[in-house]
């Protein structure tokens, strides 16, 4: 018997990041060869055999979707905070950006610094990634530069760098040009995950976040052994 509140670990697994990895790369996996089973669908005439491998897929494809929501829930944290948690797991940056902004215009008028900069706001959404669970860590040096914020998930890591602009212009894309030009993104290539860069432009106007831009920067072969 086993305890409802265990966390149980496959042995091959030494944490449970690890585990949820490999059941997002075996997700992938099988929906990348989704279409060897339905080109063998043939309406009423389908072989049992077909029918049967085809709801498999859909069940494991639906267990790993509850697993990576489980895992990324927290009861301690209000709903729409816990959004923004799940937004960067599922690649939805433009959500992300847009909770992020939200949260960032809470801040009252009256108790911002007279005169903004990046390390300002980049302080801020630190902060709020670090209350969020979301584990962000600051300023890593590289041997080819200083990478302002990385957040990794169990599926993916993301590298942001942050530009401030005094002028109105959008620096979101030089942000993004910094990333890929100083390769900050090989530092993680050994760890086998999709790395994803995003580049935030921060507005003096409108002390928020004004622009972003998003590429991939790495996606590892896959494999359902990783």
């Known amino acids: 018997m086993v305890d409802a509140n265990c966390h149980i670990i496959p042995s091959m697994f030494s944490s449970i990041p690890q585990l949820l990895q490999f059941l997002e790369n075996f997700k992938r996996h099988i929906n990348d060869r989704h279409f060897l089973i339905k ?23 639906q267990m790993v979707t ?39 215009k ?67 894309k030089g942000a993004l040009k910094q990333i890929k030009e100083n390769s900050y993104a090989e530092a993680y290539y050994i760890k086998g995950k999709q790395i994803e860069g995003v580049g935030m432009s921060f507005s003096q106007k409108t002390r928020n976040i004004d622009h972003f831009k998003q590429e991939c920067l790495y996606k590892p072969q896959v494999s359902i052994y990783q």
């Open 39 to 61: 080109e063998n669908f043939n309406g009423e005439e389908t072989d049992m055999i077909v029918v049967d491998m085809y709801k498999i897929c859909q069940d494991i494809d």
């Open 66 to 104: 509850r697993c990576l929501g489980i895992y990324m829930s927290d009861d301690s944290i209000p709903i729409p905070y816990q959004r923004a948690k799940s937004a960067l797991s599922n690649n939805n940056v433009k959500l992300f950006v847009e909770l992020m902004g939200s949260l960032i």
């Open 106 to 172: 809470n801040v009252p008028y009256n108790i911002h610094k007279e005169k903004l900069d990046e390390g300002y706001f980049h302080t801020i959404i630190h902060v709020i990634t670090a209350v969020l669970g979301m584990n962000p860590v600051s300023e890593t040096e590289t041997s080819d530069g200083r990478i302002d914020m990385m957040i990794e998930y169990p599926n993916r890591i993301f590298i942001m760098e942050f530009k401030y602009s005094k002028d109105g212009k959008d620096r979101s």
